[in-house]
């Protein structure tokens, strides 16, 4: 069974080492039939009988092979309602742990104030698996941990997951510390699903420094071969990693600030035309954000302060007036003349400079 390796390194990083040439396959042969030499039936009526473990054949009796191993449930269920009782004892078997023993043993504390408990579960910790191991488990539960956090959905915590064990199995980021690994995984996962969040939201979640969190993004980003997700073209491909546009900030931006609809969807077209007439060029994509909230709300009568936009888009009110200004000088352009005939926006709404 053949399977694509998620995050696979890009051709430059390749360098001089010589791509291996994909290893014979070995499994069992499927075309092989058990029938009874005694029938000799091209088509067998074979029976596992798992009470006494034997193979016998329907039609004559013969016993074909003993010991045969019950596959079936171990339980037993008493449960009212028909059919069979699909709990089982532990979680489900996690594909990222693939390598790795998933089952703990978990010593008492109890031993009398004698101290051995604590010596028996470091001994055991340390034969149960290897230092590069618990560092990979205990990565993934900060992962887990600080998806919940930022109430992140399962498919990003599970990509970065990936995303760490890639980097960790590759060797990528020596000498820098897990929490700034795991930082950049969550950021490169989160743009990557199309819900992005800024290095200045990453950095307060994981308290690790901007600096050193674009480090560890920029080696993951020349490393790594990054897809659009759900895309395998490589158009998308190339793409995948490109920068935040505004517009991918301002679902959530117009969601905090509790914005009807059709504010954000005039926001959107606010910013496209803006960048076509390179109007507030060279802004990051968070103030030209909060700066088209700030115009768009106020053209269509539903004012928000620039303190409020501030808070919810982590700028200051002066970056935020900058990019207002200069969409107020080109109003304009950027206003549609069917917006103010059908009523929806009004000039007169804009604050002066």
Known sequence: MSYTQPFPLAVHHLGDQQQQQPKNSFGPDLAVRLICPECRDPNPNIVEEFGSGDLVCGSCGLILGDRVVDTRSEWRTFANDEGDDPSRVGAAIDPLMDGIEQLDTVI??????????????????????????????QGFREISSWCDQFSLPKTISDMARQLYRRAEEEKLLR????????????????????????????????????????????????????????????????????????EDLLIRYCNYLGLPHNVQAICSDVIRTAREHAIAEGRSPISIAGGSIFFTTHLLGTPKTARDIGKVAGVSEGTIKLVYRSYFEARDILVKKEWIESGKARLDGLPGQ
Do not use: M, W, Y
Request: hydrophobic fraction near 30%; aromatic fraction near 6%.
């Open 108 to 137: 008492s504390f109890r031993d009398g104030g004698s101290g051995i408990a604590r010596e028996l579960q470091r001994a055991a910790s340390r034969s149960q698996s290897s230092r590069s191991e618990r560092n990979l488990v």
């Open 175 to 246: 000498g820098k510390s897990s929490d700034a690994i795991i930082a950049a995984c969550i950021f490169i996962s989160c743009r990557q699903a199309h819900v992005p969040r800024t290095f200045r939201e990453i950095c307060t979640l994981t308290h690790v420094s901007k600096k050193t969190l674009g480090q560890c993004f920029k080696t993951l980003e020349k490393s790594f071969s990054f897809g659009a997700a759900g895309s395998g073209d490589s158009k998308a491909r190339s793409n995948g990693s490109a920068t935040t546009s505004p």
